[in-house]
């Protein structure tokens, strides 16, 4: 399972780890919309973006410890369209990281969220920030 956290071998304990420093919502956004985009889902979406509380937070910093699992889920809009949901479940309540939409119907959201789920839910490696995606 994918947590927000990146971690170094501990300079004095073989076989263990510390705390190198959190990953940035810059990081995660990144990684989401590559594997949207090579999974040919992104031009689909209406959008797919940051929510308002960290679209006006500072994206470069890490992410706050103690937020808890990331998850990624559809909905039915309220008035029209799905929306894709990436989330933070935390002890208090969930906080919305970034959010996409789609008119293409419920069963192509349930797609699009299961894209993102299984990101959430594999070895972070296999992803590389190296380049920067084009509209992330």
């Keep these: 399972m994918l947590f927000p956290e990146i971690y170094k071998p501990h300079p004095e304990k073989t076989h263990c780890v510390i705390l190198d420093r959190m990953w940035t919502y810059e990081e995660l956004k990144r990684t989401l919309v590559f594997v949207l985009k090579r999974e040919g889902f992104y031009d689909d979406l ?3 973006d940051t929510s308002t509380s960290v679209r006006y937070s500072d994206c470069s910093v890490g992410i706050p410890k103690g937020l808890g699992r990331i998850v990624a889920y559809a909905v039915e809009g309220s008035n029209e369209g ?3 949901h ?7 309540c969930p906080e919305t ?3 996409g939409k789609t008119f293409l119907g419920w069963e192509h ?9 299984n990101v959430i839910n594999s070895p972070l490696e296999q992803y590389s920030f190296e380049a920067p995606v084009e509209g992330a």
Excluded: C, E, P, R
Aim: glycine content about 4%; aromatic content about 20%.
């Design 46 to 48: 209406d959008y797919f």
């Design 82 to 84: 799905h929306y894709i």
């Design 97 to 99: 990281a970034f959010l």
């Design 109 to 117: 959201a349930l797609k699009v969220s299961n894209v993102l789920s």
């Design 86 to 92: 990436v989330d933070f479940q935390g002890k208090n």
